[in-house]
């Protein structure tokens, strides 16, 4: 693969990958306007009801596609109702004998997957496949869910790396362990078998870390809740603008998330957390397990959004430690993608 980035920095240090634009439930018949990737768009919904993603000026006279109507499939202006269809084509002009070459918008490579429409940034093609969640992709018989969505004044990067720093998860969280914290960076995406298939391996980024058994406060409550283990796991299956993670204890999954990213500003983006637990038929143990899942993954969330709120603006440099390993080896794989962006319109 040939990178065409050019030499100077991007003033918005943004990898190419897939990011979520919006949730299905957000785009209906109706025109969206989206802040995305430092632009301002325009989301809707085509003839066969597939998401469009587009620059938001109207071509002709500036005004906002977002104020417009969907007439037969096409997206129609408000000002002087040129319309555009789903390839971002203009398709009529009304009144004119031709259309102007020129009256053109270029859509973004978009999908629909797990409520989401994810929308690929910086090239004209996708470099990768989105990765696939099949812990979202189930019927909700066997599982049960919850989804969270916060805005931050943090960069894509930041909010990522977090996942690879255990150290984190003792000092923020306070995360109360009968020894340390393991962090090994995996080399392949060997699978666990129920983990869902490999991502594409030039984007994936893999991680494990691993706990011994909860003490102190925590370890009285899990102990009596049953719910402590020998050993815990967060096997982590990132991408560069995502992760699939999934909670084993004792090697028996607690739950599966997806963590992903709307990047609507360089220093503004919302975080995505989409968790999904496995229903064993019990209904009591069932509801604990949902309801400690939820708890536990909500009160984490609460504690890192304050930092991600008041961090340092941009994507600096620290001092690393030996024990950072894992934020720097995440940091240098999300800056390969931030080269492969050959769009910076
Ligand atoms: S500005 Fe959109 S049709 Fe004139
Ligand atoms: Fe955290």
Known sequence: MTSVAPRTRPAFNLAASWYV???????T????????FGRRLVAWRDRDGRPVLMPRACPHMGASLADGKVVDGQLRCSFHHWRFDGTGACAAVP?????PRAARLRPYPTLERHGYIWAWYGSEEPLFPLPELPALAAGTSRRRG?????????????????TYDPDHLVALHGLD?????????????????DHGPPIAHEAWLGAELTWPR???????VTRLLGTNARRFVLRVDGWPSGQRISYYADGVPQYRLLLATTPIAPNRTVQHIAVTIERTGRFWPDLLHYAISR???TAASNQDLPV???????????????????????RKHYQQWVERVSDHA
């Not at 634009?21 to 785009?27: E, K, N, P, V």
């Not at 018949?29 to 995305?36: R, T």
């Not at 909860?214 to 009285?220: I, V």
């Open 95 to 99: 009144g004119a004998g031709h259309i």
């Open 21 to 27: 634009a919006l949730t299905s439930r957000q785009l």
């Open 29 to 36: 018949h109706k025109p969206q306007s989206v802040d995305l």
């Open 308 to 330: 991600f709120n008041t961090i340092e603006p941009g994507d600096r440099h620290g001092i690393y430690l030996e024990r950072d390993r894992g934020v720097r080896t995440f």
């Open 214 to 220: 909860y003490a102190g406060r925590l370890g009285a």
């Open 146 to 162: 919850f989804r969270l969505a916060d805005t931050t004044n943090a960069t894509v990067r930041r909010i990522l790396e977090n």
């Open 295 to 297: 708890l536990e993954v």
């Open 177 to 193: 362990v009968a020894g340390p914290l393991g962090l090994r960076m995996l080399d392949g995406p060997h699978e666990t078998p």
